[in-house]
C-alpha cells in the first residue's frame, strides 16, 4: 500500500472532564480504526498529534499532547491520517499462540488481519488480551497438513 495522506475536514467541540479534554466531533467519522493516529490542524496552529476514538455514536479524538488544547467551544480543522504507514506485524504473543495451536494465520486477508490484529490491539488488560488471543486462535484452521 503506498504511503499517503488522507486529509477530512472535521468539526467540533472542546470537552473536558475526569478523565481530560476531547475533541468531539461534530459528526461520528466512520471507516477509520479506532486508535488510529493522526494529526489535527487548527487554523494557523501548530499540527497536533491525536488519537481517534470511535465509539457506537460518536468519535472523540484525544490529544497526544495535552498541552496543546484549543480553547473552549467550538472548532475546524483537518485530520491528516496517514495511510500505508502502519505497521502490519503480528505480535510475538499472537504467533507463538498459533504455533502452538498449530493453526494457520496466513488464511488471513488483510481486512481480516487488520481486523484482528485492532481486536487484540483494544485489550485493556492482559486477562481479555489472552481472551481474545484464544478467540483469534480459535477462529482460524488448522494448519496444512494437520488433522
Do not use: C, K
Amino acid at each position: 500500500m503506498p504511503e499517503t495522506t488522507q486529509r477530512l475536514p472535521i468539526t467540533g467541540t472542546v470537552a473536558a472532564d475526569s478523565n481530560g479534554t476531547f475533541l468531539v466531533l461534530s459528526e461520528r467519522l466512520d471507516g477509520h480504526d479506532t486508535f488510529l493516529t493522526g494529526q489535527l490542524q487548527l487554523h494557523d496552529a501548530q499540527p497536533v498529534h491525536v488519537q481517534i476514538l470511535s465509539f457506537d455514536d460518536v468519535t472523540v479524538l484525544r490529544l497526544l499532547d495535552p498541552s496543546h488544547v484549543p480553547p473552549a467551544g467550538p472548532w475546524a480543522g483537518i485530520l491528516q491520517l496517514p495511510h500505508g504507514w502502519r505497521t502490519r506485524s503480528i505480535p510475538d504473543d499472537l504467533v507463538n499462540a498459533v504455533r502452538v495451536a498449530r493453526r494457520d494465520l496466513a488464511v488471513l486477508d488483510e481486512a481480516e488481519r487488520r481486523y484482528a490484529l485492532t481486536f487484540l490491539a483494544e485489550a485493556s488488560t492482559p486477562t481479555i488480551r489472552q481472551a481474545r488471543i484464544e478467540t483469534i486462535v480459535n477462529a482460524l484452521p488448522a494448519a496444512d497438513g494437520i488433522v
